[in-house]
Antibody, heavy 117, light 107 residues
Framework: QVQLVESGGGVVQPGRSLRLSCAAS????????MHWVRQAPGKGLEWVAC????????YYADSVRGRFTISRDNSKNTLYLQMNSLRGEDTAVYYC??????????WGQGTLVTVSS | EIVLTQSPATLSLSPGERATLSCRAS??????LAWYQQKPGQAPRLLIY???NRATGIPARFSGSGSGTDFTLTISSLEPEDFAVYYC?????????FGQGTRLEIK
């Protein structure tokens, strides 16, 4: 059973930074492309970023490009999302998800990020 | 960016009835469309990938069809646990995009 466990969410002031982590287990993490998807309160799903299995390729949504950085440590089976210059519109539950052919076949339980002064 | 428009926004049906959910793309996505189910407080769950393939463990009452710009998710006979929000998602073009969701509620 694939397990993805996010952590690092919380309340942060606008303009500050936060780093999310996603611990993966029960599958071969180093062979999997991974994504972050977010969901603002009461809203739909928004794809945020993805990273190739070896970390060599990264893609971002326009809304976060230049502010967020996705990375991974395959030795630790962990995915990261470094979020800088946070804005109110970044308030959301952030999910990590495993990719299977550009669909998301496994999801974590999510971590809530609230950007507020 | 490909825009996915789901209809209806809300669908009110009773257990045992047939549900038909629609997803329309602003341009062709070939067959690269997936469907997800999300219940309150839970992460989304993959139901259908590549328009018509059920994901592992998904009951046969769920089926997907369509190609190009028009897609349908059908639930043949609603069970109580099927009442949730459903999202479509395309992977044909970057960025990956989702529809706004259809809420399936008990009538």
């Amino acid at each position: 059973q694939v397990q993805l466990v996010e952590s690092g969410g919380g309340v942060v002031q606008p303009g500050r930074s936060l780093r999310l982590s996603c611990a993966a287990s029960e599958f071969t993490f180093r062979s999997s492309e991974m994504h972050w998807v977010r969901q603002a309160p009461g809203k739909g799903l928004e794809w945020v970023a993805c990273i190739s299995y070896d970390g060599s390729n990264k893609y971002y949504a326009d809304s976060v490009r230049g502010r967020f950085t996705i990375s991974r440590d395959n030795s630790k089976n962990t995915l990261y999302l470094q979020m800088n210059s946070l804005r109110g519109e970044d308030t959301a539950v952030y999910y990590c998800a495993r990719e299977s052919g550009f669909t998301f076949d496994s999801w974590g339980q999510g971590t809530l990020v609230t950007v507020s002064s | 960016e490909i825009v996915l428009t789901q209809s209806p926004a809300t669908l009110s049906l009773s257990p045992g009835e047939r549900a038909t959910l629609s997803c329309r793309a602003s341009q062709s996505v070939s067959s690269y469309l997936a469907w997800y189910q999300q219940k309150p407080g839970q992460a989304p769950r993959l139901l259908i990938y590549d328009a018509s393939n059920r994901a592992t463990g998904i009951p046969a009452r769920f089926s997907g069809s369509g190609s190009g710009t028009d897609f349908t998710l059908t639930i043949s006979s609603l069970e109580p646990e099927d009442f949730a929000v459903y999202y479509c998602q395309q992977r044909n073009n970057w960025p990956i995009t989702f529809g706004q969701g259809t809420r399936l509620e008990i009538k």
